[in-house]
């Protein structure tokens, strides 16, 4: 049964906006910041509003039939306190902006938590908001002239830009006997980075870029003996050492480094064009993790060698947006 009721109010939705243009002139994407004002808030009864009316009436004329000046007084004290909750659920909605959007990194076929930013700028706090979309609804509050962080999840699917969608942003506040709601459509778009490779080889000349095979200095490993220069300060006189030959010998403190690693596209011919942005993709944050310098070579586009979150993040953005 309620299923059913639900599959009616949502028809009787559709057909109202096709039919209303004041019901859809707010289903293109908009540019932030989004503020609702009075006239693209709409309001209906809600099912217990309906019933509601339907008792208030019937008190209206039994108390007409019986001539009761008391139940009058009542029902119009009733349904007075009823009209004024359709002001203060409107009001709930009323100055409330849609500043910003924020979203975490993710990867095509991981679900992303998206914030948006909500401004109050009235000065009243607006209790009892549902934030809803495809039937994920996430209850909130807007805090007196402050912005508040709500938080909603999104599921990828591809890499490259993804629209946040079309969100509803109802509350039914004070009494529950209408529904209020006005819809925000961002324009802004999130990036998705291509999914990585579940089981990718290891890195393209991983064997020559071990530890060891080049040295900054100076540094905290040990690396050897040699010859004794010119400033080189006392405590690093290897006096043994020195003892067993003809020359003053001094021990070298360095850190091992390797080459860039070189990730490159045309390399992996073998692969389809999606598998090879995969692979990338996993060596990415493998070097990532690493810590490694590495280069991307893309049809087009070469980046680094470098190392750190900005020139990953590059990759990832290069690689997403890769056509």
Not at 150 to 174: K, N
Request: charged share 20%.
């Amino acid at each position: 049964m309620r299923l059913l009721v639900e599959s009616w109010w949502q028809r009787l939705i559709g057909l109202a906006e096709r039919r209303l243009p004041a019901l859809t002139r707010h289903r293109l994407p908009e540019s932030l910041p989004i503020r609702l004002h009075r006239r693209r808030i709409y309001i209906l009864p809600t099912r217990f509003g309906l019933i509601f009316g339907v008792v208030v009436f019937a008190m209206l004329l039994g108390a007409l039939n019986f001539n009761n000046n008391p139940a009058l007084l009542l029902t119009f004290l009733v349904a007075s306190i009823a009209v004024l909750s359709f002001h203060h659920s409107v009001a709930q909605l009323r100055g409330i902006s849609l500043v910003a959007l924020r979203a975490d990194r993710v990867h095509a076929g991981d679900h992303v938590e998206v914030q948006f930013c909500i401004h109050e700028d009235e000065g009243r706090h607006r209790p009892a908001l549902m934030l809803e979309q495809d039937g994920q609804e996430v209850c909130c509050s807007a805090v007196a002239e402050q912005t508040t962080l709500v938080c909603v999840q999104l599921a990828t699917t591809r890499r490259g830009w993804q629209s946040v969608g079309r969100w509803r942003l109802w509350t039914e506040y004070p009494f529950g006997i209408v529904w209020a709601w006005s819809y925000l459509h961002p324009e802004q778009k999130i990036l998705v980075f291509p999914p990585p490779e579940t089981e990718a080889p290891s890195l393209p000349g991983e064997a020559r870029n071990e530890p060891g095979t080049q040295y900054r200095a100076p540094g905290d490993d040990w690396v050897g003996l040699r010859d004794h220069r010119a400033g080189d300060p006392p405590r690093l006189v290897a006096w043994r050492a020195s003892a067993h030959s003809d020359r003053l010998l001094v021990k070298e403190f360095a850190d091992p480094v390797g080459k860039a690693v070189v990730l490159d596209y045309a390399a992996l011919g073998a692969l389809a064009h999606e598998h090879r942005i995969s692979r990338l993709t996993r060596w990415v944050l493998i070097a990532e993790s690493r810590q490694l310098s590495f280069r991307l070579r893309l049809p087009g586009n070469d980046l680094g060698p470098g190392t750190g979150p900005d020139h990953v993040l590059a990759c990832l953005r290069e690689l997403a947006l890769l056509p």
